[in-house]
Nanobody
């Protein structure tokens, strides 16, 4: 079983919304951080958002603050990323990851494509 499974990507028009989900195959430790990076064509993978599983601290890249919201579903071992006000610059493959630090993940999902048309 894959350690992390993403869902929710797709095609949306600029200004639209999408909700990504990431389900962990194991019960996350309270110290775990789960979140998202993204990689656009020809660019390096960049941090998007993450949250500490136990305490719930949330972290966001400046580029998504005020537009994206991360949340968790404890009973489902899942983290969700609500993305509003999408722009073509948000087009990328979004990867869910899990680690011990907000921007350092050791375990990754397979990625889900998000495409925003202008």
């Amino acid at each position: 079983q894959a350690p992390l499974t993403e869902s929710g990507g797709g095609l949306v028009q600029a200004g639209g919304s999408l909700r990504l989900s990431c389900r962990s195959s194991i019960r996350p430790y309270s110290s775990h951080v789960i979140g998202w990076f993204r990689q656009a064509p020809g660019k390096e993978r960049e941090f998007v958002s993450s949250m500490r599983w136990g305490a719930g601290q949330k972290y966001y890249a400046d580029s998504v603050k005020g537009r994206f919201t991360i949340s968790k579903d404890t009973s489902a071992y899942s983290v969700h990323l609500q993305m509003n006000g999408l722009t073509p610059e948000d087009t990328a493959v979004y990867y869910c990851g899990r680690g011990s630090n907000p921007q350092e993940f050791r375990v990754w999902g397979q990625g889900t494509q998000v495409t925003v048309s202008s």
